[in-house]
């Protein structure tokens, strides 16, 4: 089956330690995307990326990085600069067409923490 | 600008009632439209998407919503109640000029009692 594969399900960070979040996508997808979720407050962007070897920053890049150097595969690393990192995180992907009336795809999402 | 605002944060229903959940927007330009679904610790799933054809838009699960562009609203409907329909609904809105950048709402979460 065709879908978004977000790993590990669960993670937990100690302090000062950089953490890579994975997102594998089966779809042929062009686009993909990271989400910060956390309670009450929706989704919100992070990072998004067009086409293999490009990115944008979205809302709340700061303290967050990503690469894109396979279309099927976008990780992101939560550094050490990004002081409140307990969240979901979402990735999601969708085709790029006209843009934004393209549903996106999403993971099962991980759930990082702080230890 | 675009923005999206979920009216309710919460909605409770009884099994086999109408579910009603409300969403209204601004939006500089003509939007798309979706609602999710996002079951607990599961990531979000389409419900159905307005892209400018037709207002009433039907989508999985029995779910529809109308797109009002006088009201500026987008709610979205069901007419009977299951008990699997209990999540958490986020109405979204993209314009053409924003590239790809979705705005979600703050989501509503959606009781079913029996």
């Known amino acids: 089956d065709g879908g978004i594969t977000q790993s590990p399900k669960y993670l937990f960070r100690k302090e000062g330690q950089n953490v890579t979040l994975s997102c594998e996508q089966n779809?042929?997808?062009?686009?993909m995307y990271w989400y910060r979720q956390d309670p009450g407050q929706g989704l919100r962007l992070i990072y998004y990326?067009?086409?293999?070897?490009?990115?944008q920053k979205g809302d709340i890049a700061e303290g967050y990085s990503v690469s894109r150097e396979k279309k099927e595969s976008f990780p992101l690393t939560v550094t050490s600069a990004q002081k409140n990192p307990t969240a979901f995180y979402l990735c999601?992907?969708?085709?790029?067409?006209?843009?934004?009336?393209?549903?996106?795809?999403f993971g099962d999402g991980t759930r990082l923490s702080i230890l | 600008a675009q923005s999206v605002t979920q009216l309710d944060s919460h909605v409770s229903v009884s099994e086999g009632t109408p579910v009603l959940l409300r969403c209204n927007y601004s939006?500089?330009?003509?939007?798309?439209l979706f609602w999710y679904v996002q079951h607990p610790n599961k990531g979000l799933q389409l419900l159905l998407k307005?892209?400018?054809?037709?207002?009433l838009v039907k989508g999985i699960n029995g779910f529809e919503a109308e797109f009002k562009k006088s009201e500026t609203s987008f709610h979205l409907t069901k007419p009977s109640a299951h008990m699997s329909d209990a999540a958490e609904y986020f109405c979204?809105?993209?314009?053409?000029?924003?590239?790809?950048?979705?705005?979600f709402g703050k989501g509503t979460s959606l009781l079913v009692t029996p």
């Open positions: 779809l042929n997808h062009d686009a």
């Open positions: 999601a992907s969708s085709l790029r067409g006209e843009g934004s009336n393209q549903p996106q795809h």
């Open positions: 990326s067009q086409i293999v070897n490009d990115f």
């Open positions: 979204v809105v993209s314009e053409g000029n924003s590239g790809y950048a979705l705005n």
């Open positions: 939006s500089s330009y003509s939007p798309s």
């Open positions: 307005y892209t400018s054809a037709a207002t």
